[in-house]
């Protein structure tokens, strides 16, 4: 799982319009841009076109990017699926594409435990898309717990944002 | 990057070893009085060491008054002067109802520090202990400070200090939604606060080892949340090589150092497992469905207390330390987590979190009076107890909520009195208290 990292080539800026947070990856893993070839070719122009269906931005924008989860839970919702069943069809046309599935967690709870907890969201996504044929190699999970949320405010409006699994794609070389 | 402290301490010790009735403060749960304790400053033995001695008699006097068990009375109340090694003017000290009388002296030559102390009990008009002088470069002159403030406390109390001491936290930085985080070191009471990794990876919950030499931490240098150990004199970290899994973290120190006590994430189920650092072995503690994380060891090592969500909820749950059928110790409202165990043994620290609130408290080990020490609401968090070297006092942070808010340092006494902020040069989280420096 480690070397799709490593090899992805172009990591977009999918985060960009997603979250403010300019680095999902948290910054020790971000990517060389001149081994990948130079800022050239990296950077919004990734994103593709909005009415491109293969598009990053179609597949942020138009097929949902994330799913939510309610306090301490790590069971899919009915809409949840229903986003992933669109991602999986989406992933099944657009195989170039490898995908990471991160996991968080609000911040009401402790620090160990959410890591814990946002590993499990990750995994029910990784599990769901799994069961609709995407190939194991072309996903990995992480959990960032409560360490990155998107939504900052002190109340369940932003809670509920926070409490999610956000698969976030990128170009890499199939094996 | 990170410099060593001064670690040499010379004791030597002062004439001849008085025999009175001890003066002793007993520390308990209930309420108690501070007591009254005189220091005047510490004179300058040589020209030039007036601020040092200013300085040393400053820092002793926040040690001990910092603990809320002695109350220092103001110089200005002082009726006589006090010249260091002369048979202190006991009545003038008792009309000022002082119970304990510091004097000291100070020299500072050729780049050392040269400091002695006497420590006298006024009311039985006799010395307490022996005299003793303690030597450490100019650097090391807040050490030379704790040690005779340690030295005081433990002659009253009975019990070990704390104050010569480090902590081990996350340094913050940053908006809430990209933090920068820093494995920094700081004097017990904040001082010589120093980065120990760059800040360019997600770091978190570093780990004293029980020596005070070695860090273990979670890192996201390699892109999943990994182990590594931290030589603290040298700065220098180097990965853990744990059972294969997809996320390794929660490491805690075994008692004797060798092994590493984690957690380790596979297929979105979490488990606690051992790796013996030198052999690279491994051995499976757990093995269940639910979450098990935050393992912390008993002080005889037999034993580790940790906590699981197997109820449904978090719990703290006792196990061999090899593994095997755990006791659940929990039983109250709420979920608890964090458990930390005392290095007295007797109390199990936690962080619990009950109708919106969260707590640090204290229990016994078999789960009984629980106490909370602290209790956060209205728009803050508290997390993550550490216990100071003798087992008096917790340390914790309380997370400011909200995008303008962060974490800050906090300490309490096991009793829930004394809540202070520890000082910090920005945010600061996830402490954890090594040992009594030697």
Redesign the interface.
């Known amino acids: ?2 070397t799709l ?1 490593k090899a992805a080539l172009i990591v977009l800026a999918l985060s960009t319009a997603a ?5 999902r ?5 971000s990517v060389d841009l001149n081994a990948a070839g130079g800022a050239g070719g990296i950077g919004m122009s990734g994103l593709g076109d909005v009415n491109d269906p293969t598009s990053p931005a179609y597949f942020q924008q138009n097929v949902g990017d994330r799913v939510l989860f309610a306090v ?1 839970q ?1 069971t899919l919702s009915a809409e949840g699926r229903a986003v992933l069943d669109g991602q999986a069809q989406w992933l099944m046309t657009n195989n170039d594409y490898l995908a990471v599935i991160e996991g968080h967690a609000d ?7 959410n ?3 946002g ?2 969201r ?3 996504v ?2 769901y898309l799994i069961s609709k044929g995407i190939s194991a190699s072309r996903i ?6 409560k ?8 109340s369940e409006s932003c809670y509920s944002q926070n409490r999610r699994a956000v698969t976030v794609i990128s170009i890499g070389q199939l094996g | 990057m990170f410099k060593k402290l001064m670690a040499l301490l010379l004791v030597v010790f002062l004439g001849a070893p008085v025999v009175a009735e001890p003066l002793r403060l007993t520390i308990t749960d209930g309420v108690i009085e501070p007591l009254p304790y005189a220091i005047p400053t510490f004179q300058a033995e040589i020209a030039g060491s007036e601020d040092m001695a200013a300085n040393i008699t400053r820092v002793i006097a926040e040690d001990l008054s910092g603990t809320g068990l002695f109350r220092q009375i103001p110089s200005s109340a002082f009726i006589s002067q006090h010249i260091f090694d002369t048979t202190p003017a006991y009545p003038d000290w008792r009309a000022i109802n002082t119970q304990a009388l510091i004097t000291g002296a100070v020299a500072v030559q050729g780049g050392q520090v040269v400091v002695k102390f006497r420590l006298y009990d006024v009311f039985t008009g006799a010395e307490m202990g022996d005299g003793q002088q303690l030597v450490a470069g100019v650097d090391g002159w807040r050490r030379l400070a704790h040690k005779v403030a340690d030295q005081v406390y433990s002659r009253i109390t009975g019990e070990s200090g704390y104050f010569d001491s480090r902590v081990i936290y996350v340094a913050e930085s940053g908006p809430k939604d990209n933090r920068r985080k820093v494995i920094s070191i700081m004097d017990y009471d904040g001082q010589n606060a120093q980065s120990l990794t760059q800040g360019n990876s997600l770091v978190l919950a570093p780990r004293f080892s029980p020596t005070g030499d070695r860090v273990l931490y979670t890192s996201y240098e390699s892109g999943s949340p990994r182990i590594y150990m931290l030589n603290v004199s040298s700065a220098v970290a180097q990965p853990i090589t744990t059972a294969p899994g997809n996320m390794a973290f929660s490491p805690r120190f075994s008692r004797d150092g060798q092994r590493v006590i984690y957690s380790l994430e596979t297929g979105g189920n979490t488990d606690i497992w051992m790796t013996d650092i030198a052999t690279g072995q491994h051995s499976r503690l757990t093995n269940a469905p639910s979450i098990e994380t935050g393992p912390s060891l008993s002080p005889d090592g037999s034993q580790i207390v940790f906590e699981s969500d197997r109820s449904g909820t978090q719990q703290l749950y006792i196990m061999p330390v090899t593994g095997g059928e755990p006791r659940r110790i929990s039983f109250g409202e709420g979920r608890y987590g964090t458990p930390v165990w005392s290095p007295r043994g007797d109390l199990v620290a936690f962080t619990k979190q009950n109708a919106g609130r969260f707590h640090i408290g204290v229990m016994r080990t078999d789960g009984s009076e629980e106490r909370l020490l602290s209790s956060a609401s209205g728009g803050f968090l508290d997390e993550g107890p550490t216990w100071a070297p003798n087992g008096r006092v917790i340390m914790f942070f309380r997370e400011a909520l909200g995008a303008g808010g962060g974490p800050s340092l906090y300490s309490v006494d096991i009793s829930g009195r004394n809540l202070r902020q520890v000082p910090s040069n920005g945010f600061a989280s996830d402490p954890s208290w090594g040992p009594l420096l030697r």
């Open positions: 799982m480690q990292t979250c403010t947070r300019p680095d990856f948290g910054a020790g893993n301490d790590s911040e009401q709870g402790t620090r160990e435990y890591l814990a907890l590993a499990r990750a995994n029910a990784y599990e990995r999970t992480i959990s960032y717990g360490e990155r949320p998107l939504a900052t405010c002190a």
